[in-house]
């Protein structure tokens, strides 16, 4: 005999947290072997422990003052309303002391896995004030900022289709470029964005909130150089996904409805290559329209935001733009940065400091505590250290292709590679250095120098990394009665930029 059963009721229930966290310099995940409490930030005492699940991603149940969210639908009428989330800190350690252990700030209960945004990549800012997480204008301020844009148009391939004549302005908050009427030839103006950036794995998003009429032209450009870019074109009634690579020039459309196309959006996919247009009617939830391989290098990319006419238009209208946003795509983990004892394995370098402040102190001198170290190497994403309380660190990540792999020539032995690096510290001297390091205020800090030299002379920009050896990087004392060698210091030495 079997019994039969009703279901009666069906309660579901929400957790509040879930993060997964990443090797930063590999990308490998990290799913085993971490310490990882919440509190609520106002009260360290009501911990609570998150487990990983089967997926390796750390779980959250329940938490102090979460009990009514725990309890919610979880669907997307519950994320909708939900407006009142609770502050609450984040401390992760390891139990095996692979990695540094940090802490951040977090409101919850947050949808999905918790995100990241790495800083992008100025790739035309020699020392940027601190590393700059987003590129953005609201245009609310009514002023042009001369730091971030500056006027002119991506146009090609005619030289002379800049026309200062068409008016741009930021007005009511937001860019307004009117066209001129009744203008044959090219005529169009805009923002040009006053630095270059790098596009991988990163998205560059804008509201179209008004396009120009007829067959005025309203675009959004990232440009490599006048031969190879993307671009919106929204003309006549339809927006275009037109692309340029060697001069070659390909193209999609679709018919412009104003709902679903107010938000454009350029995206580069690390994983796949592959570059994006998207469109969105609320900035957040997007819809591809073209999808297209990667045709040139994404490193150094200029931003366009413009309107004009090719042709006589009676009454073109005018654009408006609003929320443009460049920033690093979020992704779904938390990095962890190597702790300073950690030793590579095998196919691995490692770059090796001991970051000291020399001006603390009455001129004694402290660790840099919790310093960030920038390496790059070239067709690399920039690789980033984070100092322990005793401004020890390591940097620990494969070793770069070998040069002239793939040419006609063979290239040197593996054995006897090397590759150039370029460094930049960004530091924030500390009174009193706290247990753990808020993850996001180590992005935060500004710039600093390190010095080759004792007397601080001569900055130090760039280091070779032979394989095989570890790339340790000091100061040196300059012995007298040169042409003596230098006598190398144990620390490297840092100070913040002036």
């Given at each position: 005999m079997s019994a039969s059963f009703i279901n009666l009721e069906r309660q579901s229930v929400l957790a509040p947290l879930g993060v997964s966290f990443r090797d930063a310099s590999t990308g490998e995940t990290v799913g085993d072997g971490l310490d990882v409490n919440i509190y609520p930030s106002a009260n360290p005492t009501a911990r609570t422990r998150a487990f990983p699940n089967r997926s390796g991603v750390y779980v959250v149940h329940a938490a102090s003052g979460l009990q009514q969210a725990t309890h919610g639908a979880g669907d997307r009428d519950f994320w909708a309303g939900l407006s009142d989330r609770k502050a609450f800190t984040v401390e992760v350690t390891d139990e095996r002391r692979r990695y540094l252990p940090f802490r951040f700030g977090v409101g919850l209960p947050v949808r999905g896995p918790l995100t990241?945004?790495?800083?992008l990549e100025?790739?035309?800012?020699?020392?940027?004030?601190?590393?700059?997480?987003?590129?953005?204008?609201?245009?609310?301020?009514?002023?042009?900022?001369?730091?971030?844009?500056?006027?002119?148009t991506l146009r090609t391939p005619q030289p002379g289709a800049w026309d200062e004549a068409v008016s741009v302005r930021e007005w009511n908050g937001r860019l307004e470029v009117t066209p001129r009427s009744r203008q044959s030839g090219e005529h169009y103006n805009g923002y040009v964005s006053a630095a270059t950036w790098?596009?991988?794995?990163?998205?560059?998003?804008?509201?179209?909130?008004?396009?120009?009429?007829?067959?005025?032209?309203?675009?959004?450009?990232?440009?490599?150089?006048?031969?190879?870019?993307?671009?919106?074109?929204a003309r006549a009634g339809q927006l275009m996904f037109r692309s340029r690579a060697a001069n070659v020039e390909t193209s999609a459309a679709v018919a412009y409805?104003?709902?679903?196309?107010?938000?454009?959006?350029?995206?580069?996919?690390?994983?796949?290559d592959q570059v994006s247009f998207e469109t969105s009617a609320d900035g957040r939830t997007w819809a591809r329209q073209r999808v297209v391989p990667r045709p040139f290098p994404l490193s150094a990319m200029t931003v366009e935001l413009g309107a004009g006419t090719s042709t006589s238009v009676v009454t073109p209208g005018a654009a408006l733009f609003d929320n443009f946003i460049f920033e690093s795509s979020p992704i779904?983990?938390?990095?962890?940065?190597?702790?300073p004892t950690r030793s590579p394995q095998g196919g691995m370098a490692?770059?090796?400091?001991?970051?000291?402040?020399?001006?603390?102190?009455?001129?004694?001198?402290?660790?840099?505590a919790y310093a960030l170290l920038e390496a790059s190497l070239a067709g690399r994403q920039t690789l980033r250290a984070v100092a322990d309380a005793k401004g020890r660190v390591a940097l620990v990540f494969p070793y770069p292709e070998p040069a002239g792999a793939g040419g006609t020539v063979p290239p040197p032995a593996y054995t006897s590679q090397e590759w150039e690096v370029r460094l930049r510290a960004f530091y924030t001297p500390r009174g009193e250095v706290p247990p753990l390091p808020d993850l996001p205020a180590v992005f935060e800090q500004p710039a600093a120098r390190l010095w080759s030299d004792e007397a601080r002379t001569q900055p130090l920009t760039k280091a070779t990394l032979r394989f095989g050896r570890e790339l340790v990087l000091r100061s040196h004392r300059t012995n007298a009665g040169a042409p003596l060698e230098p006598t190398p210091l144990p620390v490297l030495l840092i100070t913040p930029a002036t």
């Open positions: 990241w945004v790495w800083p100025a790739s035309t800012v020699a020392q940027p004030a601190k590393p700059p997480v987003r590129f953005r204008d609201d245009f609310d301020d009514s002023l042009f900022d001369a730091s971030l844009w500056r006027l002119g790098s596009v991988r794995g990163a998205r560059a998003s804008v509201e179209a909130a008004q396009l120009t009429l007829g067959a005025a032209e309203t675009t959004f450009t990232l440009a490599l150089d006048p031969q190879n870019w993307f671009r919106f074109v409805d104003p709902a679903p196309h107010r938000f454009w959006s350029f995206r580069h996919d690390r994983a796949s779904p983990f938390i990095p962890l940065f190597s702790a490692v770059l090796r400091a001991e970051l000291w402040d020399p001006l603390p102190r009455g001129g004694e001198g402290a660790p840099a």
